[in-house]
C-alpha cells in the first residue's frame, strides 16, 4: 500500500494556474496514479491518469488545460492546471493503483485505485 499526501490547494482567481502535490510513502514507478476531484453536487470524477512509466491520459473535458506527470526521485504526483475557471472548483484527491498499467480512458470502476489521499481544496472565485 502506499499512503499519499496531497497538496497546494488554494483559493485563486479565475485565469490563473495552480499546481497540485500528491507525495506517495513509496516508489510511484511501479504504479497507475490518477486525479480525481468532487463536489457536493458531483460525484467524483477521475480528470487525469499516469502509468507507472509515465504516459498520461486526460479526460475531454480538461484536456489542454491540465498536465499530469511525476518525479520519480521525490516520489511525487503533479497536477497542473492553467486557465482556471469557478467550474475548477472541487476537492482534489489522488489515488494509486497496484498495478503500472492504467486503464484505457474513460475509467468507470474506480476502485481500481487501491489507494487514496485526503484532497485539497480548490476554490476559484470570479
Known amino acids: 500500500q502506499l499512503q499519499l499526501m496531497e497538496s497546494g490547494g488554494a483559493s485563486v482567481q479565475a485565469g490563473g494556474s495552480l499546481t497540485l502535490s500528491c507525495k506517495a510513502s513509496?516508489?510511484?514507478?511501479?504504479?497507475?496514479m490518477g486525479w480525481f476531484r468532487q463536489t457536493p453536487s458531483k460525484e467524483r470524477e477521475g480528470i487525469a491518469m499516469?502509468?507507472?512509466?509515465?504516459?498520461?491520459q486526460y479526460d475531454d473535458s480538461v484536456k489542454g488545460r491540465v498536465s499530469i506527470y511525476k518525479d520519480y526521485t521525490k516520489n511525487t504526483l503533479y497536477l497542473r492546471i492553467d486557465s482556471l475557471t469557478p467550474e475548477d472548483t472541487a476537492m482534489y484527491y489522488c489515488?494509486?493503483?497496484?498495478?503500472?498499467?492504467?486503464?484505457?480512458?474513460?475509467?468507470?470502476?474506480?476502485?481500481?485505485?487501491?489507494?487514496w489521499g485526503q484532497g485539497t481544496q480548490v476554490t476559484v472565485s470570479s
Open positions: 489515488a494509486a493503483a497496484r498495478y503500472a498499467t492504467c486503464p484505457s480512458w474513460p475509467l468507470t470502476d474506480r476502485s481500481f485505485f487501491a489507494d
Open positions: 513509496g516508489i510511484i514507478a511501479t504504479s497507475c
Open positions: 499516469i502509468s507507472g512509466s509515465g504516459i498520461p
